[in-house]
Structures are given as C-alpha cells and as structure tokens.
C-alpha cells in the first residue's frame, strides 16, 4: 500500500514533465511529418506510409497464416478462425442478423487496422528514427520515418469519414429512406393506448428530438475521429515523455485495444440502430403474411 501511495505521489510530477517535454519538442508533433512533395498540395506523409504498408503486412500475414483453407485448419488458420468467430459473435447481435454479412467486413477490417496501428507506438524505433537537427549538442527529431496512422488527425479522420459513409450506403441499404425518417422524425408513442389530446403534442416532441438526432448524426464522423487521434496522441507524448515507463508503456497496451474497439463497436451501434428496426419490420411483415 505504501508503494502505491508513493506512486500517487509521483504521477502528477510525472504528468506534468511529460507535458513540459511535449511543450519543448520532446513529444510527439501534432502533425505527420512529410517524406515527399511534389507540391502543389500533393505530399506523403510518414503516417500515410505507415497505413499502406500496415495494410499490406495484414493481408499478407493473413494470407500466410491461412494459406489454402482445409477442413482440419492448420494452427495459423486456427487463430483466424477464431479471431473472426470472436468479432462474429460481438458485432451480429449489435447490428442485425440482415445487416450484418455487409457490415462485418468493415466492422472486423476497421478492428484489426486501428488495434495494429495503435500497438506500433510501443515499437522501439517507431516515431524516434528519423531525420532532424542537432541543438546545444542534443539532437532534435523533425521528420520521423515511422508514425502510426491513427496519432495523425488526418488519419483519424479518414477512418471517420469511411465509417460514415458506409454507415449511411449500409441503413440506406437495408432500412431504406421512408424508416429511416419514420425512426428519426416519427411519433413513438402507441396511438391506441396515447390519449388523443396528447398524441398531436409528442408528435411535436419527436419532430423537434428528430432534428437533435439529425445533427448528433452530422458530427458522428468529427467525434470519432477526435476520440481516437486524442487518446492515441496523447499516449503517445505520455510514452515520449517518460522514457517509455513501463507502468504507462503496458497501459497503453490496454487503451490501444479499448480504443480500437470502442471506434469499431460505435460504428456497428449506429448501424444497429436503424438496421435492427429493419430487421423488426421485415419479422412483423413476415407475420402478418403468414396464413392464420
């Protein structure tokens, strides 16, 4: 207990000297480094290098693990297997057992690229090699070669924007414009048991709670984005920081895979919303023309 009451002690000095090292270079820089320009806007940058080749080392990773699949799955094909029933099984009651042969590519591709990424910050050499400059004999990094895609906003924000829209190609898909407006501008209230005085006066409330939710809608893709780039930023500088201590180093272990799975577990709630009512009308269809 003691130990632990002295660390209490210790967190906010370190705290605050990771905040002082970030303010004076010593962090991570808010924005991706560039590694090439042609100008004209057109550059690529250290982050976007990282997702491309990230990208490339899953699929041939997979491809390696899986191989030719085989009726008795080889130990690599095995963890595939399984990884996949995993995310199965969280995500089909969530979004919908219509939905989701659509929405499980995505949900399970957005899972394993942001965890990958927000595990390669705790890499040796990720974010710490690189080109800079020397200052009063200490060495100042300016352009990393490594950063992970998901501690640059532009990143976070792409993610963001193809959650969107698929979000939006899948509900459209599967709930269709008329539900949709119904389930955000309709009155929820039953009619047969809402006194007829009151029903006119919900209706109202829900048209006007019909527009919060519009505009809750509007900014899904900025508060995505902000959530994840702001925790995995932040980790990041706290690492750099404190010389990557191993207390904070196995912490962002825990925030890395929390993080990913918040992102990917939103996305398939927003699908849920409107697909799984979806599934609900096409079950009471369903019923109502089944003989009797």
């Known amino acids: 207990m003691s130990h632990f009451k002295k660390f209490l002690g210790f967190a906010p000095a370190l705290l605050a000297a990771t905040t002082a090292l970030a303010s004076e270079g010593g962090g ?3 924005s991706a480094a560039k590694i090439f320009d042609f100008g004209h806007g057109w550059v690529i940058t250290n982050s976007m290098l990282t997702g491309w080749t990230i ?8 491809l390696w693990m899986v191989g030719k699949p085989k009726l008795l799955p080889t130990r690599g ?6 990884l996949i029933t995993t995310l199965h099984d969280l995500f089909e009651p969530i979004v919908g057992k219509r939905a989701f042969p659509t929405a499980f590519p995505i949900l399970a591709t957005f899972f394993i690229f942001i965890l990958m990424h927000n ?13 800079g400059h020397y200052i009063d004999g200490q060495f100042h990094l300016t352009r990393p070669f490594v950063r992970p895609f998901t501690s640059d906003f532009n990143g976070t924000i792409a993610l963001a924007a193809v959650s969107f829209g698929a979000w939006l190609i899948i509900v459209l898909k599967f709930t269709g414009p008329k539900l949709i407006l119904i389930d955000l501008f309709g009155n929820k209230a039953d009619k047969k048991e809402t ?4 029903y006119p006066f919900l209706s109202l409330i829900f048209l006007l709670v019909g527009f919060i939710e519009v505009f809750s809608i509007v900014i ?4 995505l984005s902000v959530r994840l780039f702001g925790n995995v930023f932040g980790g990041e500088n706290l690492l750099h920081g404190t010389g990557f201590f191993f207390v904070f180093y196995f912490m962002e272990l825990l925030v890395g895979l929390i993080q990913a799975l918040v992102f990917t577990l939103l996305t398939s709630v927003y699908i ?3 697909c799984n009512h979806g599934d609900d009308h096409a079950e009471h269809g369903h019923a109502a023309e089944a003989p009797h």
């Open 220 to 223: 899904r893709p900025f508060t």
């Open 119 to 131: 595990w390669m910050g705790l890499l040796p050499g990720v974010g710490t090699i690189g080109l």
């Open 272 to 274: 849920g919303l409107l």
């Open 195 to 198: 006194p007829g005085w009151l």
């Open 77 to 82: 094909q095995a963890v595939i297997e399984s």
């Open 55 to 62: 990208s490339a080392l899953i699929v041939a990773l997979v």
């Open 28 to 30: 991570v820089s808010p």
